[in-house]
C-alpha cells in the first residue's frame, strides 16, 4: 500500500461540529481551500494508495517522520505566490527541502492584477525561486493554474512547468454536466452570489449585490472567510474584516437580517444545496466552481489575476470586475445567464482532464479515474457521513440554537477547567519534586581557607585599624 500525504485542512472524511470547525479554523480562512484538497483526497485514493492528511500548518521537525512514513507528499496550492503568503511558502520550502520522498504541487498560483504584471511579486522573487527548485528537484514537473503562472516561472527560467488548473474542477473526472435549467432567468430565479472583503469594499462589487438584491428576491449571499463563518455562528465582530459593513455577512447587512446569507465548511453540503439553484455568480472562484460541480452555471466576476487565468483555462464564463462595477447593469444575474457560454467549458473538459492524469502519471501518482473505481469507494462512504448544513446568520432565538451553541461553550469551558486543575497537580508536583532535591543536596562544605580567613580576619583587622589611630 503506497501513503501519500496531502496538504489539507482536513480530511473529507472528518465530520466535525461547526463549531469545533470554527475553532480549529480547519478552512484555513478560506472554505475554498477544501474544495480543491478535497478533490485531489478522491483523485489519488486508489485501492493501493492510502491519502492521509496532513493539516494546513508546517511543521519542519516532522522531516523524519514524513520520510519515514509516506512514499509522496502532494501540495495542493492556490494562490501561493503573493506577498502575503511569502513567509509559509519559506516554511513549506524549508519542509521540502529536507524531505526524501517525491514532492508534488497541484495547481499553485501567482497572484497580481488584471494586468498580469508581476512588479509586485518582485519582492518576493528569491522565495518563488528556491520553493520551486526544491520541489523540482523532487518532482518531474510543477502544476500551475493557468497561463500567467506558467509564463512567471519560465521567465525565470524554469522549464518544467505545466498548466493543469486547479484539480477542483476535477472532483468527477472527466466529466462535467453542467446545463442552463430555464432559457432565461426570472425575478423568481434561485441565485446565488459571492465574493471576498477587498472586491466589496474597493471594487465595487457592494453596488453589484446590492443592486441583485433589490432585483431578485431569491437571492442568496454565500460567503467563505473564517472571518464570515463566525459572524454568522457567534456574531463575532471582532477580525478586521468586521468593518467591512457592506459584506452580506455583517450582522448590519440588511441580507443578514433576512437570513439570505450561507457559509460551508464542508464542500460536499456546499455543493449539494448548490445544486437547486439556478444561477452563480460573483468574484470567488471557487465559490463559482462549486456551482459547476453542482450543475449550476456560474459567471466568475475577476478581479485579478488568479480569476482571470483560472477562468481561461477552463473556459468558464466570466466577466472583468473593473469592468462590470462601471455599469452595474452589465452585471445583472439575467445578462450574465444569458451571456454564459458553456460549451467550451463542458467540451474542453474531458481533454483537460487527459492533461491532468498525464501530469500525474509523470509524477508517479495514480489516480481513482485511471486505476480504481472511479470514486466509487469514496462517495459511498461520504454519502454515509452526515455533515452539519451551510452556517446560517443567528437571528434566532428557539431552544435548539441556542443550546447548540451553548452546549459547546459549556463543554469548552469544562475542558479548560479540566486542564487548568491538571495543570496546578503538575505544577504542585514539579515544586514539591525540586523541594526535596534541594533538600537531599548537603550544603557545600567551607573551605579551610575560609575557615582560617574568618578566625583571624576580625582580630587583624582591628590590629591594623589600632596601629592607624
Known amino acids: ?199 466589496v469594499q474597493a471594487q465595487g462589487l457592494d453596488r453589484i449585490i446590492g443592486r441583485a438584491h433589490a432585483h431578485y428576491p431569491n437571492l442568496c449571499f454565500v460567503g467563505q472567510n473564517i472571518s464570515d463563518a463566525r459572524q454568522l455562528h457567534w456574531r463575532d465582530l471582532s477580525d478586521p474584516n468586521a468593518r467591512v459593513t457592506a459584506m452580506p455577512t455583517h450582522p448590519d447587512h440588511p441580507m443578514y437580517r433576512e437570513g439570505k446569507v450561507r457559509v460551508y465548511v464542508d464542500p460536499v453540503t456546499w455543493i449539494d444545496d448548490l445544486r437547486s439553484f439556478d444561477f452563480s455568480f460573483g468574484s470567488r472562484i471557487h465559490g463559482n466552481i462549486a456551482a459547476l460541480l453542482a450543475g449550476t452555471p456560474a459567471t466568475v466576476l475577476c478581479g485579478d489575476s488568479r480569476t482571470l487565468e483560472l477562468c481561461r483555462y477552463f473556459e468558464i464564463p466570466h466577466l472583468r470586475l473593473d469592468r462590470a462595477a462601471k455599469d452595474p447593469q452589465a452585471a445583472d444575474p439575467a445578462r450574465l445567464y444569458e451571456q454564459a457560454d458553456l460549451s467550451g467549458l463542458v467540451g474542453g473538459h474531458a481533454e483537460r482532464f487527459g492533461r491532468f492524469v498525464r501530469f500525474l502519471d509523470r509524477n508517479g501518482l495514480r489516480n481513482t479515474f485511471t486505476h480504481g473505481d472511479g470514486g466509487a469507494a469514496f462517495d459511498r462512504r461520504m454519502r454515509a457521513l452526515s455533515f452539519p448544513p451551510g452556517i446560517r446568520p443567528w437571528n434566532d432565538t428557539d431552544l435548539a440554537s441556542l443550546s447548540s451553541r451553548f452546549g459547546w461553550l459549556h463543554s469548552q469551558v469544562t475542558e479548560l477547567t479540566e486542564d487548568n486543575a491538571r495543570l496546578r497537580r503538575e505544577l504542585v508536583k514539579s515544586q514539591k519534586t525540586k523541594a526535596q532535591k534541594a533538600a537531599a543536596v548537603p550544603a557545600p562544605a567551607t573551605s579551610v581557607y575560609r575557615r582560617a580567613r574568618r578566625v583571624v580576619g576580625r582580630p587583624l583587622r582591628r590590629a591594623l585599624q589600632s596601629g592607624r589611630q
Open 1 to 199: 500500500m503506497k501513503r501519500i500525504l496531502l496538504r489539507s485542512g482536513k480530511s473529507p472524511y472528518d465530520v466535525l461540529s461547526v463549531e469545533e470547525a470554527l475553532h480549529r479554523d480547519v478552512i484555513a480562512t478560506n472554505a475554498g481551500n477544501l474544495i480543491f484538497s478535497d478533490a485531489a483526497h478522491k483523485i489519488l485514493e486508489t485501492p493501493e494508495t492510502e491519502v492521509v492528511s496532513n493539516g494546513i500548518g508546517t511543521d519542519v521537525t516532522a522531516a523524519a517522520r514524513i520520510n519515514e512514513e509516506y512514499d509522496a507528499f502532494v501540495v495542493p496550492l492556490a494562490n501561493a505566490f503573493r506577498p502575503s503568503f511569502e513567509g509559509r511558502l519559506k516554511r513549506l520550502t524549508r519542509l521540502i527541502g529536507r524531505l526524501r520522498i517525491p514532492v508534488v504541487v497541484l495547481g499553485v498560483g501567482a497572484q497580481t492584477g488584471l494586468g498580469y504584471d508581476p512588479a509586485r511579486l518582485k519582492p518576493m522573487e528569491q522565495s518563488v525561486r528556491e520553493f520551486c527548485a526544491a520541489v523540482l528537484e523532487r518532482s518531474a514537473s510543477i502544476g500551475v493554474r493557468g497561463e500567467f503562472t506558467e509564463q512567471y516561472l519560465r521567465d525565470m527560467g524554469f522549464r518544467d512547468v505545466e498548466v493543469i488548473g486547479c484539480p477542483s474542477m476535477f472532483l468527477y473526472g472527466g466529466d462535467l454536466d453542467v446545463r442552463k435549467k430555464a432559457p432565461e432567468l426570472t425575478a423568481e430565479a434561485r441565485i446565488a452570489v459571492n465574493g471576498s472583503h477587498s472586491a
